[in-house]
């Protein structure tokens, strides 16, 4: 799970704030984002501009999404040339751990005639009831050839990227995948496999931490590869996401807000309920969801002092106002919003940020889960955001967003802690929930009671107790 870690510099003394200008909303897109470890979530569309900017137009593209929310990244491929998208999921949707992503990660492997459209199957075949797997792209994934890579044959050379933000260890989860992809190309020739995601190199698993920098970084790599072979129109690009995954409804701004002022965007449409479900943030224990705005830094270089609890913010967690109205109240507030985190956006691996093109910072006006479903879905909404801090900053885009979701439905059992003679256990879940176990170590058939059921709701919940006889497994259970 991500921290934050939050540094509160002190403010000057300012005059009452300035109504600044008004922004109109009319351009909001719904993005699929991808997790980090250290920094902003990564927006599909930057994914999107990497991969068709570095990787060669002839060359051939397979992007598979297996993390939540991947289908609302599909459309964001739809005009890169030679592009095969395959997702376990549609817009909107969430995706599950050990269904389609299990089902596609045995079958991405090479094998004479084999194709994209055999790991889109094989992914089908196994998906949740949750999951709809869709297709996308520019080309076919039937034309997508898996045949072993050979100097006389259709593929002369394949580079396939991996990504997971913030990896999960457990079986059949993101490290498995990972193991099973690499295991099945580890004998063939001219093909490299790079991966990036989790706070290190964990167990030497994967190569480089889960920021957006070492995704570009690893995408580059590849297309060095590919750009640097004598035949660049027949060498392959892979790209196979897994792990956590965001869902945004994005407007763009690009508006100058000045010290002391206020900027009001108006006609913004919060989430809908008909494309992503309040249960998708509520059933998620570790959700935080939030408005933010980015602020893009042009002028100005500052350390991004990655890992994150090294990281020193640039504002203050004071330093920007942000009043959220319905569009047909705009004189009380729905909430009012004085304190925000700071996320580094960087993209070069320098170790700061404003020294390489598009780099700036994420502000979040993070909020309880429960508040942010009941008030801000299926309604219109004017914001005013108000600067306490010197200087005049752009407002590149504000966005409303789910925060990092896991792959996760049922309810989990989150820890299981001693504690004088009995233990506690945490749990997580959406319905209300109870705790289950079986008296041995045996493969369980049957379940007992340990609790009643109790109100879900996302939150964690928590249980001691004494045992009075043997216990093997434990388990949460919705009602």
């Given at each position: 799970?991500?921290?934050?870690?939050?540094?509160?510099?002190?403010?000057?003394?300012?005059?009452?704030?300035?109504?600044?200008?008004?922004?109109?909303?009319?351009?909001?897109?719904?993005?699929?984002?991808?997790?980090?470890?250290?920094?902003?979530?990564?927006?599909?569309?930057?994914?999107?501009?990497?991969?068709?900017?570095?990787?060669?137009?002839?060359?051939?593209?397979?992007?598979?999404?297996?993390?939540?929310?991947?289908?609302?990244?599909?459309?964001?491929?739809?005009?890169?040339?030679?592009?095969?998208?395959?997702?376990?999921?549609?817009?909107?949707?969430?995706?599950?751990?050990?269904?389609?992503?299990?089902?596609?990660?045995?079958?991405?492997?090479?094998?004479?005639?084999?194709?994209?459209?055999?790991?889109?199957?094989e992914g089908f075949a196994s998906k949740h009831t949750n999951e709809t797997p869709i297709i996308?792209?520019?080309?076919?994934?039937?034309?997508?050839?898996?045949?072993?890579?050979?100097?006389?044959?259709?593929?002369?050379?394949?580079?396939?990227?991996?990504?997971?933000?913030?990896?999960?260890?457990?079986?059949?989860?993101?490290?498995?995948?990972?193991?099973?992809?690499?295991?099945?190309?580890?004998?063939?020739?001219?093909?490299?496999?790079?991966?990036?995601?989790?706070?290190?190199?964990?167990?030497?698993?994967?190569?480089?931490?889960?920021?957006?920098?070492?995704?570009?970084?690893?995408?580059?790599?590849?297309?060095?590869?590919?750009t640097n072979s004598p035949t660049p129109d027949d060498e392959q690009f892979v790209f196979y996401v897994t792990d956590h995954g965001d869902y945004h409804v994005t407007a763009d701004v690009r508006t100058n807000l000045p010290p002391m002022s206020t900027l009001t965007i108006s006609n913004f449409p919060s989430f809908r309920s008909n494309a992503i479900t309040p249960k998708a943030i509520l059933e998620d224990a570790h959700a935080v969801p939030s408005f933010s705005i980015f602020i893009p830094f042009t002028n100005v270089v500052h350390p991004a002092n990655e890992p994150l609890s090294h990281y020193v913010p640039y504002f203050s967690s004071f330093g920007f106002q942000l009043q959220v109205f319905d569009a047909t109240n705009d004189v009380t507030p729905l909430n009012t919003f004085n304190f925000s985190l700071e996320q580094a956006w960087e993209l070069n691996g320098s170790g700061f940020i404003g020294d390489f093109p598009g780099e700036g910072i994420v502000r979040r006006f993070t909020m309880d889960p429960s508040v942010f479903v009941s008030n801000y879905f299926d309604r219109t909404l004017t914001f005013r955001l108000t600067s306490l801090v010197s200087g005049t900053w752009m407002i590149q885009r504000i966005s409303?967003?789910?925060?990092?979701?896991?792959?996760?439905?049922?309810?989990?059992?989150?820890?299981?802690?001693?504690?004088?003679?009995?233990?506690?256990?945490?749990?997580?879940?959406?319905?209300?929930?109870?705790?289950?176990?079986?008296?041995?170590?045996?493969?369980?058939?049957?379940?007992?009671?340990?609790?009643?059921?109790?109100?879900g709701g996302g939150v964690t919940h928590s249980f001691y107790f004494e045992p009075t006889n043997d216990l093997g497994f434990i388990r949460a259970a919705e009602q």
């Open positions: 799970m991500k921290v934050f870690i939050v540094v509160c510099a002190v403010l000057g003394v300012f005059s009452f704030p300035t109504r600044a200008s008004v922004v109109v909303v009319t351009n909001v897109v719904t993005n699929g984002t991808l997790a980090t470890t250290y920094g902003a979530s990564i927006m599909d569309r930057d994914v999107a501009r990497w991969i068709e900017e570095s990787i060669p137009t002839n060359s051939k593209k397979l992007i598979i999404l297996t993390q939540c929310f991947g289908g609302n990244m599909v459309d964001k491929f739809a005009t890169i040339s030679n592009t095969t998208v395959i997702s376990a999921t549609s817009p909107g949707q969430k995706s599950k751990y050990g269904y389609y992503d299990k089902g596609a990660s045995m079958a991405l492997k090479p094998g004479p005639s084999r194709t994209a459209q055999d790991v889109h199957n996308g792209g520019t080309l076919s994934p039937t034309n997508f050839s898996l045949d072993p890579v050979s100097p006389t044959g259709t593929v002369k050379s394949r580079h396939i990227v991996f990504y997971a933000g913030e990896p999960d260890s457990r079986p059949e989860r993101d490290f498995d995948q990972y193991l099973r992809i690499k295991k099945s190309f580890e004998t063939e020739t001219n093909t490299t496999l790079e991966s990036a995601g989790g706070q290190l190199s964990i167990s030497n698993i994967l190569d480089f931490v889960g920021n957006a920098a070492s995704l570009r970084r690893v995408i580059t790599n590849a297309a060095a590869a590919i409303q967003d789910s925060g990092e979701l896991s792959k996760l439905f049922e309810p989990l059992v989150e820890s299981i802690e001693r504690v004088f003679s009995g233990f506690v256990v945490r749990w997580s879940g959406y319905r209300p929930v109870r705790l289950e176990f079986t008296p041995n170590l045996v493969p369980p058939t049957a379940w007992m009671p340990l609790t009643f059921y109790q109100a």
